[in-house]
Each structure stands twice: as C-alpha cells, then as structure tokens.
C-alpha cells in the first residue's frame, strides 16, 4: 500500500554531514509519523528520530540529539534527516519508517547505507 523510497547515505568523513531523504507514495492518508531507525553490525536496529503528521512531533534518540535533525515535507509525504557532526560509531544501514493509523501498520524501506570514516 505504501512504498518508500530512501536516499542519500554515502561515506563521509568524521564530522561531516549527510542529508537522507524518504519519500512515500501510495496510500497515504490520515495520521501518520514517519522516522528513521539503523541498524550496525551485530546490533540490533534502532531509533534515530521519528516525526508525527499532523503537529510535527519529533523524538530522537540520546546518541544523536543536538547532532541530527529530522524534519518533514507534508506536501510530498517526504522525511528527511540532517546528520551533521557524523561520528564513526553512525556507521549504519538507515531505514525509513512510515507508521500508519486508522488502522496501525508499519511500512520500512530497503535501508541507505551511511559510513563515517577517514
């Protein structure tokens, strides 16, 4: 029913910065929030940020506040996450997320990979 399409994960240098975009086609309608979450080598995928629509609610885990933003273009369906001050330990395959409700069902892209190193 909804389809996500990512972008823009990329090797950066330590401290440097990406922009990752994911926009969703399909279905869409009501409520919804969409985020982003990673998964590392022998880790367990977990949350970066997540946005709501409407209200743009935004919620971030510990590990990347101050440093990434999430941010939403309601016209396009469209989430994108500013990773600025990129750290080795970043170094993850991103997933989009899009979190339906009315009825609740979560949708995942196919994962942009992100590496930080010199």
């Known amino acids: 029913q909804v389809q996500l399409a990512e972008s823009g994960g990329g090797l950066v240098q330590p401290g440097g910065s990406l922009r990752l975009s994911c926009s969703a086609s399909?279905?869409?309608?009501?409520?919804?929030?969409m985020g982003w979450y990673r998964q590392a080598p022998g880790k367990q995928r977990e949350l970066v940020a997540t946005?709501?629509?409407?209200?743009?609610?935004?919620n971030y885990a510990d590990s990347v506040k101050g440093r990434f933003t999430i941010s939403r273009d309601s016209a396009r369906h469209t989430a994108y996450l500013q990773m600025n001050s990129l750290k080795p330990e970043d170094t993850a395959l991103y997933y989009c997320?899009?979190?339906?409700?009315?009825?609740?069902?979560?949708?995942w892209g196919q994962g942009t990979q992100v590496t930080v190193s010199s």
């Open positions: 997320n899009f979190h339906k409700y009315l009825p609740q069902y979560d949708y």
């Open positions: 946005i709501t629509t409407p209200g743009d609610t935004t």
């Open positions: 399909g279905n869409i309608f009501g409520i919804y929030a």
